[in-house]
Each structure stands twice: as structure tokens, then as C-alpha cells.
């Protein structure tokens, strides 16, 4: 789960990482008074989930409270790369003296934790990388030994945070660290992470990813974050149906078991003259109220112009497979033709079963590559 | 011969209590694998239609001569199953168990690494080496026995590609499914190592998936160690980047991980690369 800001800062100053005063506001009158309540200057900030809100407009800086709420009504509402601004955070303005760089995240090709470090802060990290790999610092860290001291030092000296604000810097390093850990986070980034006049380390931005997979540690922090950001209306209805859906851009509806044999699947139909137009995989043992709800997903794209449903009968049996479709398409009206490719154990049975239950648009093709031309053929047909 | 798994493998599942574990172990054991114990805290001298059950891995280990932990436990629970097999005396653990933490794995895949045991798994489909075991959840019925090793990070795909191999008479030495998390026991490189010294493997299929390196390494290897052919297939050309394609390792980074660049990879290493399932089988039938 991606964090807003504001979700991510709470949480690093709950392990002590600081982090300016601020509040969360929804409305300009709700923003006027906690910036009455913080103090002046404050910045409004945007919270949404993507880079470059400052650019955008996102962040504005305002002297006193007439200011901040007509920041906060020009804020709200606005279009960020897709991304409508419905949350704002109110938040004491920073005094910046220095802008530094620190993150720890997941290392899959090192296969253990990576924690980076810049003296070059403020600016996207990829910018740096590109102009000057020296300037950031990359430290592998062993999940079983954890960030030594040692390992802290290294991230400062070769990141080249100045002798004056090291020792602080390892602090907070150490701090993001736990975080890290503790919050079975695949992502902590602090952007900038600053020093301000009085020499102190404050975390000015904060990106934090959690692993859904560990939700059962965190409950109460994945039921207080919780939101559906999707900016698609598909997308958002499978989330709502806990389907693992992606939209794309073609005109195939997609319908699959297993995310292999669905990439796989997307591939066929490319290479067959057609786009695919979403990914959706059903996983194991799919049954009829899960193909029922993917099948209405699917179709309610108003691109799709003709489905292709591809199961591999493995474990799950072609007859139950079968019989799935035929109550899903009892359930659901659809108005697109559906190509149904069923193989693997028991498909004979799936398919006389199909072939049983006849209407209008259902089609059955034997193989993935006879299935996907058709799909694409119908498809093209209806276009 | 075959790799993983065969007629001496010995099996305790971890979880055999439970609804998925008792009815795949069963399986399993109705296949011909050898399967002699059962692990539940707590269910010890209760037995699985006369699989015996114990308290701990260790103590089956001991009692059966088990050498295989299969995981079927749920995923809170998962990775202690595989920190408990890897104290127990097994030589592999099997974990078949989906949603296990990132950092759970993490610490699991650095605790293998300091001990002479492999892990397949975790989220996998687990070892079929047809004709001899079945250690995990892959269906039988498309397999048969024969001298191509098929190794691969997705379950339906690699049925898909074993299905389409037996229907042209094509048989299997060993089908290794490693998993789709970024943390696992076996990658691609460590199954290829097997099958090119196992005797019984005259040619192997690698399928791959979009993210991670796992597969250029696995290039580089066949470049520079193998003498056996390799058939390749990547999925994921359509998949755009920054999408978690269903496998929590299926995800594109910047401009790395991309299909193209792994099929271009196996290509250069002198792997031939089929373009779907179908043209897979057929270059191997080919051959």
C-alpha cells in the first residue's frame, strides 16, 4: 500500500523521526484553522499519490490565514497528473539550511535491504544517479545483522553529508531504519531530508510502501490508510471486488487463471493484431460469483469489444470451470462476444458442457492461439 | 535420476491437518510420492488417513526418515514452517504457502544461504518429476515421463507448456515451478545447475516473467556453463511498467526487467526463444 505524506510522516515520527507540526485539512475552512492552530508561515501541500505535485502547483506557501485557505480552495480539486487533490496537509513552513537524500528499500537482484544516501537532496534521485552515481550512496544491509553502526557511517561519510550535521543524520538514518523493519515497509524515502538553522535533521517529505502482505501485523495502520486511489472507474470497482484487475489500452477483454498464463495471455493477443485491454487474473479455483464479478469488470470497460476467457484446468477441473462460466453468464448480461479457450484436466467435460448451454456471442476455441485470433476477429468486427 | 524430487524422496508436510494441505498431500501420496508424515503443534500421535503426525518437523524427521518438508501452512505462519524444516535435517523444503511478508522471506532466503538446504517456493507450484513424485499442487494428468526439464516462476503457465510438450509425446525429466515472489529458495540459475548435471535431462524449457534479473543471469549461465539446449519463453511484452502484474515479482521497474530484454538475453546466450506456449513445444519437438 502506497501512503500519502501525511500518512507516511505520522508514522516516522511515531518511531522519532521529526517531522514538522502539521494537519490534515479536506476543506479550505478546515485548513484556515489549523494554520491558526500551527502558526505562520505555513505550507498547504497536496496529498496524492504521485511525483511532481510541486511543479504542478501542489504546495504553496501562505503568511497568514486569509492566505492559507485561499491556497487551500485553489488546491483542492485540482487535477495532478490525473490525480484530483481531495486531502490537503497543513504544515509549519520549513527553514532549509541543507537538502539531503535518504531511503531504505527492498533489493530483489541483491536479494537483502538497500539504504541510500545524498548529500544532494530536493531534486527526484533519479536525476542525481544519472548525473553523478558517486554522489549517492548505496549500502546492502543484511536482514539478519540488520544496520550497524558502521553500515549508518558509511551511508553518511560516502553520501557526503557535511561533518556538521553527521551525527545526526546517522541518528535519523537509524530511526528510518527501524521504521523500515518494523513497519514491514518495501519502501521508506525521506525527500528531502533537511537541516534546518538551528542544525536539527526534520523529515520534510516522507514516500512510505507498505507490504499488503503483512497486513495482518499492522491492521490498525492498513484500516487507518486505507483508501481506493484508482484513478480508473474499472480499476476502482475491481479493487471494491478485491479482483486483481489492471487496465490497459486495447480492446480485448482479458479473463484468466494465473498471472503467468494471463501476461501470457495479453501476449497471444498482441501478437494475434489485437491490444489487450485489461489484465485480470482469477487465480485458483475460480468460481462462478468470482468469474460473474470479473466478467461484469471486464465488460464494463466501454472499450472492450470482445472478451477472451483463458482458463488452465489444473487443479481446478474444466467441468467446474464450465459450469462457472454458464452461471456467471446466467447472472450478468453482457453485451460483447466471449471466446472461451478451456484446456488442460477435464476440459473435454467443460467444453461439451459449453457447448451444451448455447447463446448468442459465446464461442469456444480449443487452443490459446485459434481463441485469441478470434477474439481479435470479433473484436475488429464490432469496431 | 531426476532433480528435487524422485522414488526416494520422503516427505513431511507441514500443515497436513488443514484443509489445502490434507487434500493435495493426498494427492500427492496417490501418485506414488512418499509421503510419511505430518506436522501440526499440538496434533502430535493423531495421524492423516494413517499419516502419522507429530508436534514438530524435527521429531518426524527423526521418526520417519523424512528428507522433504512440504509447506502448506497459512502465510503468518509460513516462514517459521521453513525456519523450523531448515533445523530439522530435511535437504529441501517445498513451500507452496502464497502472501508471506517480503521481510519474512527475506530473512528466510539469508538463513538458507548459511545452510546446504534449497528452498522451492515460497508461492509456488512446487516439483513434479513425472512418473516417480509430485510435491506440491501441480495436476498430474498433463505430465508424462520423458527427458526435458521444465523450470518456471508461474503455476498455470508452466501447466500450460507441459500440457502442450505431452501432447506431442514430448515427456518431462523434472518440472520445477520456483515461485513468483522477488524472495525465493531456487531461482532459474539454480534449477538450470541441476538439470545439466542430471543424466536424465537431455534438454530443458525456461520460462520467464517480466521483473527482476533473475532471467539475464540465468542467460549468462546457459552462455557460460551449459552444454545442454535450453528453450526459453518470457511472458509479459503487453505488460506496461510500474504494474504488480498479479506475482509480486512481476513488476517492471524503469527499463529494466522488460520481456524484450530477457527473451534478447536467452537469445544471445544461444537459447532459442519461442514467441507463445505453443511455438515452445514445437521448437522442442523440433529438436
Known amino acids: ?383 | 535420476m531426476a532433480i528435487y524430487v524422485d522414488e526416494t524422496t520422503k516427505v513431511v508436510v507441514s500443515g497436513l491437518t488443514g484443509r489445502e494441505g490434507q487434500f493435495h498431500a493426498l494427492r500427492n501420496r496417490a501418485y506414488g510420492t512418499q509421503v510419511v508424515a505430518g506436522v501440526t503443534p499440538g496434533k502430535g500421535g493423531q495421524d492423516v488417513e494413517g499419516i502419522p503426525v507429530f508436534d514438530t518437523i524435527a521429531e518426524a524427521v527423526e521418526v520417519t526418515g523424512a528428507n522433504t518438508s512440504m509447506v502448506f501452512v497459512p502465510a503468518p505462519f509460513a516462514a517459521d514452517a521453513c525456519f523450523e524444516a531448515a533445523d530439522s535435517g530435511v535437504e529441501l523444503i517445498v513451500c507452496i504457502t502464497e502472501g508471506i511478508p517480503a521481510r519474512d522471506e527475506a530473512e528466510l532466503y539469508q538463513y538458507l544461504r548459511l545452510r546446504d538446504i534449497a528452498m522451492i517456493g515460497p508461492n509456488c507450484p512446487g516439483v513434479l518429476s513425472p512418473g516417480k513424485a509430485n510435491v506440491g499442487i501441480m495436476p498430474t494428468e498433463i505430465a508424462a515421463p520423458g527427458r526435458v526439464g521444465l523450470v518456471s516462476r508461474s503455476g498455470t503457465l508452466t501447466y500450460q507448456i507441459v500440457h502442450e510438450l505431452t501432447q506431442r509425446g514430448i515427456g518431462q525429466s523434472t518440472c520445477v515451478g520456483i515461485g513468483g515472489d522477488p524472495f525465493i529458495g531456487q531461482f532459474h540459475i539454480d534449477v538450470l545447475r541441476r538439470f545439466e548435471a542430471d543424466p536424465e535431462t537431455d534438454m530443458v524449457v525456461m520460462v520467464g516473467e517480466i521483473g527482476g534479473d533473475e532471467e539475464e543471469r540465468a542467460a549468462e549461465f546457459i552462455r557460460d556453463s551449459m552444454t545442454k539446449a535450453v528453450v526459453g519463453y518470457v511472458a509479459g511484452f503487453e505488460a506496461p511498467p510500474g504494474k504488480k502484474m498479479g506475482h509480486a515479482g512481476a513488476i517492471i521497474s524503469g527499463s529494466k526487467g522488460t520481456a524484450q530484454a530477457k527473451a534478447e538475453a536467452l537469445e544471445a546466450a544461444g537459447a532459442k526463444v519461442g514467441r507463445n506456449p505453443t511455438e515452445v513445444a514445437e521448437i522442442v519437438a523440433g529438436m
Open chain 1, 1 to 383: 500500500m502506497d501512503l500519502l505524506e501525511y500518512q507516511g510522516k505520522q508514522l516516522l515520527r511515531s518511531v522519532g523521526v521529526p517531522t514538522p507540526e502539521g494537519e490534515a485539512a479536506a476543506t479550505p475552512e478546515e485548513a484556515r484553522v489549523a494554520a491558526e492552530r500551527i502558526g505562520f508561515p505555513v505550507a498547504i501541500k497536496a496529498q496524492v499519490q504521485v511525483g511532481g505535485r510541486g511543479k504542478a502547483g501542489g504546495i504553496k506557501v501562505a503568511a497568514n490565514a486569509d492566505e492559507a485557505e485561499a491556497h487551500a480552495a485553489a488546491i483542492l480539486g485540482m487535477d495532478i497528473k490525473g490525480h484530483v487533490v481531495r486531502r490537503l496537509w497543513v504544515e509549519e513552513a520549513a527553514d532549509i539550511a541543507a537538502e539531503f537524500y535518504a531511503s531504505f528499500t527492498i533489493d530483489r537482484s541483491a536479494k537483502r535491504y538497500l539504504g541510500m544516501v545524498s548529500a544532494e537532496g530536493g531534486v527526484e534521485i533519479e536525476e542525481v544517479a544519472a548525473r553523478d552515481p558517486e554522489a549517492i550512496a548505496k549500502v546492502g544491509v543484511n536482514p539478519l545483522v540488520g544496520l550497524k553502526d558502521n553500515a549508518a557511517r558509511a551511508l553518511a561519510f560516502r553520501g557526503r553529508i557535511p561533518a556538521e550535521h553527521r551525527k545526526q543524520v546517522i541518528a535519523v538514518l537509524q530511526k528510518l531504519y527501524a521504521a523500515f523493519v518494523e513497519l514491514d515497509a518495501e519502501l521508506v524515502e525521506v525527500n528531502p531530508l533537511i537541516a534546518n538553522s538551528r542544525g536539527e535533521i526534520v523529515a520534510l517529505d516522507a514516500k512510505v510502501t507498505l507490504d499488503d502482505n503483512a497486513e495482518y501485523r499492522h491492521k490498525q495502520v492498513f484500516e487507518d490508510f486505507h483508501e481506493v486511489f484508482a484513478v480508473d472507474p474499472q480499476e476502482k470497482l475491481a479493487k471494491e471486488k478485491n479482483l486483481n484487475y489492471i487496465k490497459l489500452q486495447g480492446e480485448v477483454g482479458i479473463l484468466g487463471n494465473g498471472a503467468g498464463l494471463v501476461m501470457s495471455t495479453l501476449d497471444v493477443v498482441a501478437q494475434a493484431g489485437g491490444k489487450a485491454a485489461n489484465f485480470l487474473d482469477v487465480g485458483g479455483g475460480a468460481s462462478a460469483d468470482l468469474i460473474a464479478d470479473s466478467l461484469e469488470v471486464v465488460a464494463g470497460d466501454p472499450q472492450v469489444r470482445s472478451i477472451f476467457i483463458n482458463i488452465f484446468g489444473g487443479i481446478t477441473r474444466g467441468e467446474e470451470v464450465a459450469k462457472g462460466i454458464v452461471a456467471a453468464l446466467d447472472r450478468v448480461e453482457i453485451s460483447q462476444p466471449i471466446v472461451v479457450r478451456l484446456d488442460g484436466t477435464n476440459a473435454e467435460e467443460g467444453r461439451e458442457i459449453l457447448a451444451g448451454n448455447p447463446r448468442e456471442g459465446l464461442h469456444s476455441s480449443p487452443t490459446m492461439l485459434e481463441a485469441a485470433a478470434k477474439a481479435v476477429e470479433l473484436a475488429d468486427a464490432a469496431g
